[in-house]
Nanobody, 121 residues
Framework: VQLQASGGGLVQAGDSLRLSCVAS????????MGWFRQAPGKEREFVAA????????DYADSVKGRFTISRDNAKNTVYLQMNTLKPEDTAVYYC???????????????WGQGTQVTVSS
């Protein structure tokens, strides 16, 4: 599975962004899709995940109520709608594909290249 993330940019606090991640290669529909982020000097952290059935979602506490993960299996695409952005959301955002619905990064076998999100105060 190859993953290509896009949609990052420089925004002000309170603004919104929508990240996209397009998958190619093996069947996208079977995979759990996740978003992670890594800020400078910090470890990669879980942001959100959604299973192929879209029956459930999971979010980090820091983004609950502000971020929404969704997927369009027909387009092999997963999205991360980010609202009310804060400076602490500044990071490189990565999409990932795996077989388990989990917030553990090690369970995701495939990773995109990352897209930079910078939120100014």
């Amino acid at each position: 599975v190859q993953l290509q993330a896009s949609g990052g940019g420089l925004v002000q606090a309170g603004d919104s962004l929508r990240l996209s991640c397009v998958a190619s290669g093996r069947t996208f529909n079977w995979y759990v899709m996740g978003w992670f982020r890594q800020a400078p000097g910090k470890e990669r952290e879980f942001v959100a995940a959604i299973p192929w059935s879209r029956s459930n979602t999971d979010y980090a506490d820091s983004v609950k109520g502000r971020f929404t993960i969704s997927r369009d299996n027909a387009k092999n695409t997963v999205y991360l709608q980010m609202n009310t952005l804060k400076p602490e959301d500044t990071a490189v955002y990565y999409c990932a594909a795996g077989e388990r619905f989990t917030n553990f990064a090690g369970a995701y076998a495939y990773w995109g290249q990352g897209t930079q999100v910078t939120v100014s105060s």
